[in-house]
Every structure is written in structure tokens, then in C-alpha cells.
């Protein structure tokens, strides 16, 4: 069974960077695609990045596109991801999140890891 802990999070004022990571004990036997989500206080959790496995293909939320990049080191167990020009809007409760199948997806996902929270600071 893959178990998931997220860190890495903290505060961090606009346009600067932070880097979440996600250790997956387990995750080199699963073979499972591997994601982030991310919950706002008062919002609904929304997706974020997906990268199958092992590592071919990523998909991407339109609003992170071009400032965020998800990898992952299965060799490991490790998921990561690195954010950049970072917003506001970017506050969050940051999750990783796993999938049982190999391919990308915004969905169907059954393992969840506890949360880090970014704090983006104006």
C-alpha cells in the first residue's frame, strides 16, 4: 500500500518559488500515476498536476501552466513539485494524491497524502 507525505510548504511572497515534495513509500511497486491537488480556504479542492507512471507524460491545470513542473523520482519513491511565479491565488492546502492507473488524469484518484500549506504573501 503506497502511503503519502507531503512538505515543503511554507510562506513565501509573490513571484518568488517553493518546491513540495511527496515520499511515496511504495510507490516504485505501484505503478501508479501520481498527482497534486491544492484546497483554499472556502473552495472546493481542485487539481492541480498529474505525471504518469513512470514519468512520460504530465498534465497541468490551466491557471499553474508554464509556472508549475511536477517530476518524480521513482527510484526513490518521490514525487515533487516546483512552483514558481508564484500569486496570491496560489494559498493553499497543497496534497499529493495517487492514482490506480498509469496514465494522466484530474480524477479517480484513491490514495491522499495529509497536506502542506503554501502561503503566497502580496
Known amino acids: 500500500q503506497v502511503q503519502l507525505v507531503e512538505s515543503g510548504g511554507g510562506l513565501v511572497q509573490a513571484g518568488g518559488s517553493l518546491r513540495l515534495s511527496c515520499a511515496a513509500s511504495?510507490?516504485?511497486?505501484?505503478?501508479?500515476?501520481m498527482g497534486w491537488f491544492r484546497q483554499a480556504p472556502g473552495k472546493e479542492r481542485e487539481f492541480v498536476a498529474a505525471?504518469?507512471?513512470?514519468?512520460?507524460?504530465?498534465m497541468y491545470a490551466d491557471s499553474v501552466k508554464g509556472r508549475f513542473t511536477i517530476s518524480r523520482d521513482n527510484a526513490n519513491d518521490m514525487v515533487y513539485l516546483q512552483m514558481s511565479s508564484l500569486k496570491p491565488e496560489d494559498t493553499a492546502v497543497y496534497y499529493c494524491?495517487?492514482?490506480?492507473?498509469?496514465?494522466?488524469?484530474?480524477?479517480?484518484?484513491?490514495?491522499w497524502g495529509q497536506g502542506t500549506q503554501v502561503t503566497v504573501s502580496s
Open positions: 505525471i504518469s507512471w513512470p514519468g512520460g507524460n504530465t
Open positions: 511504495g510507490l516504485t511497486s505501484s505503478n501508479r500515476a
Open positions: 494524491a495517487a492514482r490506480p492507473r498509469t496514465g494522466v488524469g484530474a480524477t479517480g484518484y484513491d490514495l
